[in-house]
């Protein structure tokens, strides 16, 4: 029986060899000609990217030949490439969509397929359950599929364009006007001489670390969190810099460390550089965040007089927003943001650029703005913890999350947020979220609280209630 392939918030992911194999390539990129081929009068053109992963080169010729077979033109890109550059070469190539090779952050046995559509954004979930739908059906018939010959591959590079574009977004003036000191970890991933080569260019002083090419990722998943980036500030300390910034596998993804070497949780960056935006570039047409995401951006929201938008878990809703030129901002607290006149697509490399540009244009490290902020709209606390449910807990708890509760151990409920998962809203403004994953018996608990004690009572409160 063939396995079934299904795009989740970002994508399909699955473990090489198990899952991932050749025949489940072809067919997931066979679904996706399919779907192309449907939008268009004729032909098409799709661009082919991936990250550093093992084999990557080899799923790119796989979906280059596939879509060949298809009457789809394979644009491929020869080199890993991030996903913000490749989202920005479909919009600037007037491309009818991307397939890139990534599993983004998941650990190195992992790989995956993202599609982008002609806008540049990850795919909608009506368009990857038409995929999905595409594939369901050639695998109920023989294999082999069309036949006919298509254009020859060719070749695009996406870095020009995409580095072009980050230095009409980011003052690099000011970076280097500011004497600022910078180390950047890839964390052996898609971003590697991106970032620091525009820093590089510009006359700022940047060491970077992790600089080759790894399908391992140095034994560890490729993702910019506090444990994974001692060499980061290992490097920061020999050079006294102000300020660390990292990416993921596939470069959507960002990490951030102050000059003290404090790493700065996504939901903190997202909320300083929507501040910092409105300020430095008078943008005020609204901000956008997952539910799951910090409620300071809601009251710096109220503090600026712009309009906030929630919405589901994963960045494609974001994206929207981006489109749509309804957001100064969109993030998540699992790292990705993006900004207006940019790509609808999380973008890692940007987000610290943008921290570096902040810094030096405000001459204050980021822990001292943070606590400016939290002196002008109230304290937040925000943390994510992921628990295991047996299928018994599992299917007890799923009957439990379809309940309105008016009381939380105590607490006043004033509000049943249900956008994605079920979301509780206390009184004094604190909050906890559940969300079960569709993947594995697992659910993701998001607690907010105004200060660190009354976050810890809350995050065992939320913990009991799941398990009593």
């Known amino acids: 029986?063939?396995?079934?392939?299904?795009?989740?918030?970002?994508?399909?992911?699955?473990?090489?060899?198990?899952?991932?194999?050749?025949?489940?390539?072809?067919?997931?990129?066979?679904?996706?000609?399919?779907?192309?081929?449907?939008?268009?009068?004729?032909?098409?053109?799709?661009?082919?990217?991936?990250?550093?992963?093992?084999?990557?080169?080899?799923?790119?010729?796989?979906?280059?030949?596939?879509?060949?077979?298809?009457?789809?033109?394979?644009?491929?890109?020869?080199?890993?490439?991030?996903?913000?550059?490749?989202?920005?070469?479909?919009?600037?190539?007037?491309?009818?969509?991307?397939?890139?090779?990534?599993?983004?952050?998941?650990?190195?046995?992992?790989?995956?397929?993202?599609?982008?559509?002609?806008?540049?954004?990850?795919?909608?979930?009506?368009?990857?359950?038409?995929?999905?739908?595409?594939?369901?059906?050639?695998?109920?018939?023989?294999?082999?599929?069309?036949?006919?010959?298509?254009?020859?591959?060719?070749?695009?590079?996406?870095?020009?364009?995409?580095?072009?574009?980050?230095?009409?977004?980011?003052?690099?003036?000011?970076?280097?006007?500011?004497?600022?000191?910078?180390?950047?970890?890839?964390?052996?991933?898609?971003?590697?001489?991106?970032?620091?080569?525009?820093?590089?260019?510009?006359?700022v002083e940047v060491a970077t670390v992790h600089d080759c090419r790894d399908v391992?990722?140095?034994?560890?998943?490729?993702?910019?969190?506090?444990?994974?980036?001692?060499?980061?500030?290992?490097?920061?300390?020999?050079?006294?810099?102000?300020?660390?910034?990292?990416?993921?596998?596939d470069a959507d993804r960002f990490g951030i460390v102050d000059e003290d070497g404090t790493f700065f949780q996504p939901n903190y960056i997202i909320a300083l550089l929507f501040d910092y935006l409105v300020e430095s570039r008078g943008w005020k047409n609204g901000v956008a965040k997952s539910v799951a995401t910090t409620n300071l951006i809601n009251a710096l929201a109220r503090k600026h007089g712009v309009e906030l938008h929630e919405t589901p878990v994963g960045f494609k809703y974001i994206g929207e927003l981006i489109k749509q030129d309804k957001i100064v901002i969109g993030g998540e607290e699992s790292a990705g943001l993006s900004i207006r006149h940019h790509v609808p697509e999380k973008d890692g490399v940007l987000a610290g650029l943008l921290c570096c540009e902040m810094v030096a244009k405000r001459g204050k490290p980021l822990g001292r703005q943070l606590r400016e902020l939290f002196a002008e709209v109230g304290s937040f606390y925000p943390q994510r913890e992921n628990f295991r449910l047996t299928p018994v807990v599992k299917e007890k708890f799923t009957e439990k999350l379809r309940l309105e509760p008016r009381e939380f151990f105590g607490r006043k409920v004033s509000e049943v947020v249900r956008t994605d998962g079920l979301k509780l809203v206390f009184d004094d403004n604190s909050w906890v979220c559940y969300r079960l994953s569709g993947t594995e018996p697992v659910v993701r608990v998001y607690s907010e609280a105004g200060s660190q004690d009354e976050l810890q009572k809350l995050s065992g409160l939320a913990k009991q209630w799941i398990f009593e």
């Open 1 to 203: 029986m063939a396995t079934q392939i299904k795009f989740g918030t970002s994508g399909w992911r699955a473990v090489m060899a198990e899952d991932f194999t050749f025949a489940n390539v072809r067919r997931a990129v066979t679904g996706i000609a399919r779907y192309v081929v449907s939008q268009k009068a004729s032909g098409g053109r799709v661009i082919v990217g991936r990250d550093p992963r093992f084999l990557g080169e080899t799923f790119c010729a796989i979906a280059a030949e596939v879509l060949t077979a298809h009457g789809v033109s394979p644009l491929v890109i020869a080199e890993a490439a991030p996903t913000p550059a490749i989202a920005y070469a479909v919009i600037r190539e007037r491309a009818d969509g991307a397939i890139n090779f990534t599993a983004s952050h998941n650990p190195p046995e992992y790989n995956g397929i993202k599609f982008s559509t002609p806008d540049g954004a990850p795919a909608l979930p009506e368009v990857t359950k038409r995929i999905e739908a595409e594939i369901a059906a050639i695998d109920t018939v023989a294999q082999g599929g069309p036949s006919q010959a298509g254009a020859a591959s060719a070749r695009l590079d996406p870095r020009e364009m995409y580095l072009t574009r980050l230095q009409e977004i980011v003052d690099f003036a000011a970076i280097k006007k500011a004497g600022l000191r910078v180390v950047y970890d890839p964390l052996w991933g898609a971003a590697r001489g991106y970032p620091d080569s525009l820093l590089r260019a510009a006359g």
């Open 216 to 249: 391992l990722f140095g034994g560890h998943a490729p993702e910019p969190d506090d444990h994974l980036l001692e060499a980061l500030r290992e490097q920061m300390r020999k050079m006294k810099a102000h300020i660390g910034i990292a990416t993921d596998g």
